[in-house]
């Protein structure tokens, strides 16, 4: 059995910094992909940001220059530092896994979200 458990949301004023971090436990052999998915109310979870096991990233547009993610291969685990917040920030954070097991089998699992919200 595989577990995420993600922590470090909040409140946080427009401008302010948070940082998300996820950790997966259970029958891990890797973790392929790491991603920070976001769903606002009303919205369409999207893609915030994804690391390859081999440290490429990738961000939303909306996120560019002010996030970073990062990963510790080690400890399977993953952050998202997010700076200069916005208001339109605001939504709950979901860490996502692609990982594969000893077993060898291939997972794609997900966090319980996290509530981020930026007030103005």
């Known amino acids: 059995q595989v577990q995420l458990v993600e922590s470090g949301g909040g409140l946080v004023q427009a401008g302010g910094s948070l940082r998300l971090s996820c950790a997966a436990s259970?029958?891990?052999?890797?973790?392929?992909?790491w991603g920070w998915y976001r769903q606002a109310p009303g919205k369409q979870r999207e893609l915030v940001a994804a690391?390859?096991?081999?440290?490429?990233?990738n961000y939303a547009d909306s996120v560019k220059g002010r996030c970073t993610i990062s990963r510790d291969n080690a400890k399977n685990t993953v952050c998202l530092q997010m700076n200069s917040l916005k208001p339109e920030d605001t939504a709950v954070y979901y860490c996502n896994a692609d990982l594969t097991t000893y077993g060898m089998v291939h997972y794609d699992w997900w966090g319980q979200g996290t509530q981020v919200t930026v007030s103005s």
């Open positions: 690391i390859t096991s081999g440290g490429s990233t």
């Open positions: 259970g029958s891990i052999f890797k973790v392929n992909v």
